[in-house]
Each structure stands twice: as structure tokens, then as C-alpha cells.
């Protein structure tokens, strides 16, 4: 089974904090993916990458950056915290093309 | 169905009843489209997918239809059952990104 493992379930942050979210698969997958989910907008990407050291920009990449110095694990950063980012952070991994993402349990954080 | 906006669409249906949730997709080059369902507190689950050289595909309970002209999903559910109740999201691949629908959500009632 893939397992894709976020380090925190909750995170409760303040207001220009650095945050780090992270993401460990054990299925050597190529791909990954962090998505933010807010009520009535589904699933929205922020960051995604291919392969080790290379990231693309999602459709909300403002105010985020990422991380993959290794193949298995894909850091989310927020620079600087603000309120409109309290939401629920998704790691996804796919292994290649028209293959189904494989999701973590979510980390809801919420910065006040 | 699905919509663009803060309110989510809700289907309520019986238990045993047939569930049909509806998506409509953005673009029509898109190639690839699966159906997660997320359950409170949980990241999406696949349920089924299908490639577009196919406009029909069925797994244990659930099938998928794809309509490419109208570029139009739907997902249906024979005899749902309380444990079907949850959030279902389309997805469609698209220049290599699975871009999400804003979800449906399932409610089974006795």
C-alpha cells in the first residue's frame, strides 16, 4: 500500500510565523503535489513537483514556497503566515501520467 | 452536480436507493478523470477512474460515465449505503496537473 504521511494532523500558528509542512511517501513515486482545500472551492494546487530539486507553480502559488531536496519528501513553506491561509493542507503523489493521486490525511492549520 | 462557489452541493438520497453525482469539466483536452470521495477528517480516496478513449467504466457498485462533447462526468452508485456518505470530487488531468471540482456532498438517509 502507498503510504503518503503529512507530520501534523493540526497546526495552530501565529500571524508571520514560518511554517513548514511536510510530506514522506514510501512508494518512490515520481510526482508530488500539495493542494489546499477550503469549503465550496475543492481542491486547489499550490506547488507540485516532478522530480528531486524541481518545482512548478501551481494556481495559488503566492505566499507559498516548496522544497524536495529528496525523492521522498516534499516540504510546503509559508513565509510569512497570514489568517487567509488557515486551511487544510493536502500532499498528494502520483507515480507517473494518468495514474490516480495518492492522498495524506490532511493538516489542518490555522493561523491566528 | 458540482458548482464554482462557496456553497456545496448537497445529494441526499435513500438507503438503497441509486446515487448519480454529476461534473462538468473544464477542458477538453483533458485525458484522464477519477472520482475520489473524502470522508470527514480524511484525504480523498480513489474510487474509479477512466481514460477519455472511453465513455463508459464500472468497478464494485460504481460506475463511471464520460460524455467528452459536452465534457460532462458522472458517477453512480448502486444501492448506496450509509457508508457512501461523503464528499465526491471529479478530477481531470490536464497538462499533467489533476485539477479538482469543488465536490458534491453524499448524505444516505434510513
Known amino acids: 500500500d502507498v503510504k503518503v504521511t503529512q507530520s501534523s494532523r493540526y497546526l495552530v500558528k501565529r500571524t508571520g510565523e514560518k511554517v513548514f509542512l511536510e510530506c514522506v511517501q514510501d512508494?518512490?513515486?515520481?510526482?508530488m503535489f500539495w493542494y489546499r482545500q477550503d469549503p465550496g472551492l475543492g481542491l486547489r494546487l499550490i506547488y507540485f513537483?516532478?522530480?528531486?530539486?524541481?518545482?512548478e507553480k501551481g494556481d495559488i502559488p503566492e505566499g507559498y514556497s516548496v522544497s524536495r531536496e529528496k525523492k521522498e519528501r516534499f516540504s510546503l513553506i509559508l513565509e510569512s503566515a497570514s489568517t487567509s491561509q488557515t486551511s487544510m493542507y493536502l500532499c498528494?503523489?502520483?507515480?507517473?501520467?494518468?495514474?490516480?493521486?495518492?492522498f495524506g490525511q490532511g493538516t489542518r492549520l490555522t493561523v491566528v | 452536480g458540482e458548482s464554482v462557489g462557496l456553497h456545496l452541493p448537497t445529494l441526499s438520497v435513500q438507503e438503497g436507493d441509486n446515487s448519480i453525482i454529476n461534473c462538468a469539466y473544464s477542458?477538453?483536452?483533458?485525458?484522464?478523470f477519477i472520482w475520489y470521495k473524502q470522508e470527514s477528517g480524511k484525504g480523498p480516496q480513489f474510487i474509479i477512474d477512466?481514460?477519455?478513449?472511453?465513455d463508459k467504466r464500472q468497478g464494485q457498485r460504481v460506475t463511471v460515465l464520460l460524455n467528452k462533447t459536452v465534457k460532462h462526468l458522472s458517477l453512480q452508485i448502486a444501492a448506496t449505503q450509509p457508508g457512501d456518505s461523503a464528499v465526491y470530487f471529479c478530477?481531470?488531468?490536464?497538462?499533467?496537473?489533476?485539477?479538482f471540482g469543488t465536490g458534491t456532498r453524499l448524505q444516505v438517509f434510513p
Open positions: 478530477a481531470e488531468n490536464y497538462a499533467d496537473k489533476l485539477i
Open positions: 512508494m518512490d513515486h515520481e510526482n
Open positions: 513537483s516532478y522530480d528531486v530539486k524541481m518545482k
Open positions: 498528494a503523489t502520483t507515480q507517473g501520467r494518468n495514474t490516480e493521486a495518492f
Open positions: 477512466i481514460r477519455s478513449n472511453m
Open positions: 477542458n477538453s483536452a483533458s485525458d484522464y
